[in-house]
């Protein structure tokens, strides 16, 4: 039991339910790790979505509601932290959410796809029918043939760099949460959300209902051109710039 | 596998090391977190040991050699990750072993227990014959009453700020590793060293065996009277800065 009283206690909840997610084998110990190297990144952001992280979640919903066919690739620590707001996008979308890991085991792949469906996601993708994309050379090129392969938007939350970078590479368009403003992922992506990924997905639900309730495409489109990702990263590198500055003081 | 060719080839062999002992049952889920939030901090400090750090350590040795009861109290990770380390350091001061878990089990205060003595820790003390300490709710509460409690000098790598800050209000010399120079653990401590847990051990090594080799008691005293923690830190805070600088360029 986390204590509501310590002074980051958001943050050990997240943590808490990622660490049960691993115990029921959803998440892996990798992730476990990964996670950390985010929440240092949320403790240097302020921990609450900027103004840079709501825009570029905003483009990113407008990519997802005008492709022909988008993809959701979710790995085990976005199933764990966000079954919920996955089922919800699904819902508003119609988008299919594929299980990409990057440890991959069958039975890993079976037990997220069970835990996502119990959420309510329709259509979920194992990559179990898979083909494999160039300019990778581990096992994380393999993806489903009737999710990323086919897909021209591509939604890969968490996501690692050499995967990223390849998915830019054959054109497709990128979106991705990403706390670290740095990363390879960040800066190959089209659309980087630089948040934690149960804000993200929040936002990125509120967003998906509001431009479903009526016509929004000339909106749609501009938000899509007029967005400079490397620009709004900048904002991220600013803003831990300047908390640095306050956190040292 | 990883690749050698992997841009971040040494962190990868560390976090591999970690699940390693994970899976042994010596580090712990949580544990595989902190490691990741470290990691995120060692990224933005350059992944290299500063020279701030190196002189936090030559200090961190000047207590630990000059001390009248140390102790250094390990957890799952610093277990896992440096036990040659520690028990160099054990060989050439004599200091003893706590174990000293934030998720504390017996089972796997035994497994450590028995890691410690196979890489030739020979006084190792489990906190089985415990104390309470003032100022901590949690379990973390209880220390050793032949280790912590007696001690002048505690040395406690990667640290929780709740122990941290009760240790130091007990009057004892805190001595600390943490990759976070901003943490109330870096803060609250009389020596924090902002390193990566295994550059630092090596340092503290070498220095150990630099100061028994002959007398150098003025040197030592010298060394901890002109050391400000605080001062040390805010260089830490400017590497930070000036590597994101140069990173976001």
């Known amino acids: 039991m986390v204590s509501e009283e310590h002074p980051r206690y958001a ?6 339910k990622l660490v049960d997610g691993y115990e029921r084998g959803i998440a892996s110990a ?10 240092a990144f949320d403790y240097l952001l302020g921990e609450q979505t900027s103004e840079s992280a ?22 085990g620590n976005t199933a764990t932290l966000v079954p919920g ?7 508003i979308t119609g988008i299919p959410v594929e299980i990409n890991l990057f440890h991959p085991s069958a039975q890993r792949i079976e037990r997220i796809a069970d835990h996502l469906h119990a959420y309510g996601v329709v259509n979920v993708l194992t990559g179990f029918d ?24 591509v939604f890969v939350p968490l996501e690692d760099g050499d ?18 403003p740095l990363s ?18 929040k936002n990125l639900v509120s967003f998906a209902q509001h431009f479903k309730s009526e016509s929004h495409e000339y909106e749609l ?15 991220s590198y600013a803003l831990m710039q300047k908390r640095l500055r306050s956190l040292a003081r």
């Not at 709501?54 to 790995?75: I, Y």
């Not at 489109?221 to 904002?235: C, P, Q, S």
Request: net charge positive.
């Open 54 to 75: 709501r825009n570029a979640t905003k483009v990113a919903c407008a990519h997802l509601l005008t492709a022909n066919h988008p993809v959701l690739s979710v790995n």
């Open 130 to 153: 898979f083909i494999k994309l160039a300019h990778i050379a581990s096992d994380r090129a393999n993806v489903d043939k009737n999710g990323t392969f086919k897909a021209d938007v």
């Open 221 to 235: 489109d501009l938000l899509k051109a007029r967005f400079d990702n490397i620009e709004n990263l900048k904002a």
């Open 184 to 201: 390879r992922t960040a800066v190959a992506s089209t659309v980087t959300i630089v948040d934690e990924v149960t804000r993200a997905f």
């Open 11 to 16: 943050s050990l909840v997240l943590r808490n």
């Open 30 to 39: 990798h992730g476990l790790i990964a996670h950390g190297r985010g929440e």
């Open 85 to 91: 707001e996955i089922a919800e996008l699904h819902a």
């Open 163 to 180: 995967r990223a970078q390849a998915l830019a590479k054959l054109g497709k368009t990128v979106l991705t949460v990403d706390l670290n």
